[in-house]
C-alpha cells in the first residue's frame, strides 16, 4: 500500500515538474562552436574531418570516428600523432543541429594487416557524394600509411546513404600524392576530387568520371607552392570558392578563401575569411567542409575541426555562418548561433 503510494507521488511529480520518467534526450536549438556536442543518445558527436550529403530531405555527416589512445610513433620526426583506425562514421539529421548515430559505415579491417583499413594506417577525411545515373553513394577519403608516404586516396561505394560502404581500393590519381582532400559536384553533375598534392605543396584538381569511382586524364594543379591543406570548394551566384588551411600539421594556422570563375580556375586568392577572436588561427581550428543550406541559396555553414592533438578523441567541431560582406565571404564567430542568424 504504502509503495503504491510513493509510486503514484513520484508520477504525479514527473506530471507537475514536466519531468520526463527516463533520461530524455535534450533537443538542441543552438549552434554552439567549440562546445561538446552530443547526439539524440547523449553521447559525444565522433566525425572528425567530415562533411555532409544532403539526400532526400536528410543530412548525413560522415566523418573520421576517433576512438582510444593517441599515440606519437616512437619514430615520428614530426607531429604525427594517431588513433589507431576504427572507421567512417555517419550521422543522420534533419535540422543540422539534432544529429542521430546510423553507426560505422566503413569499418577498419582489423585482421589483415596489410589492407589500407587496418587499424594501423590512415584513414583520414572521408566525404560521400551521389550518382544520380548509377543511384550508388560514393566516399573518397584519404588513405595514408602511418607516416604519411603512401599519400593516396581511396574510394567506397554503397546502396545506402547509412552503408554499408564497400571498400574498392586506393591509388594516387595520375600517379600524383594525394593527402588531404574533398569532392565537389557541379550542377551539371561533373565531379572532382580536390587534394593536396606534390608533397602538400600544390593542390590538384581533379574531374571525376561520370560514375565518380576515378579521376579522369585531366589534372589542374592551383596555388603551386602556396601549401595548402583542408580544402573545402563551394559555389555561389555562378562563382566557385575555395576555403583552405596552411600546413602546420594539426596545429592552426591561417585560413584562406580563394574564388574563381570557373573551377579549372584562374584563381584568385580574397585572403583570410575569418572574423573575430583568434581568426588568425581559424578560430584554433582547421577547415572540413562548407554546407550549403537545403532550401536556402545563399545560407552555407563552414565546418571546422578544433584538433586536440594529443587527445585526437576529444577533438571538437566548430560550425560558424558563411555569408557574404560586399561579394566576399566572410565566416564571422558567434559563441551561439542558430540558422535564424543568416541576414
Ligand atoms: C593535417 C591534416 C589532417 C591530418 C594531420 C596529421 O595537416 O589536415 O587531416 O592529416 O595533418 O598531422
New binding site residues.
Partial sequence: MKTKFIKAWIALLVIELGMAPCSAQQFLDTFKPGQAWLDDQDNAINAH?GGILYHQGVYYWYGEYKQGGTTLPSWATW???RTDVVGISCYSSTDLLNWHYEGIVLAAEPTDSLHDLHPSQ?V??PKVIYNESTGQFIMWM?I?SAD?TKASCGVAVSVSPTGPFRYLGSFRPLGHMS??QTLFVDDDGQAYQICSSDDNATLHIHPLSADYLTPTLTCIPIFERWYR??PAVFKYDGKYYLLT?G????DPNKADMAVADSIQGPWTSLGNPCVGPNAEITFNA?STFVLQVAGGPSKFVAMFDR?V?TDLPSSRYVWLPLTFSDGCPQIRWHDMWNLTDFR
Avoid: I, L, N
Fill in positions: 574531418g607531429e604525427c600523432y590512415v583520414e577525411r584519404h595514408d604519411y593527402r588531404d591543406e583542408a588551411s600546413c602546420s600539421g594539426w582547421q584538433w592533438k
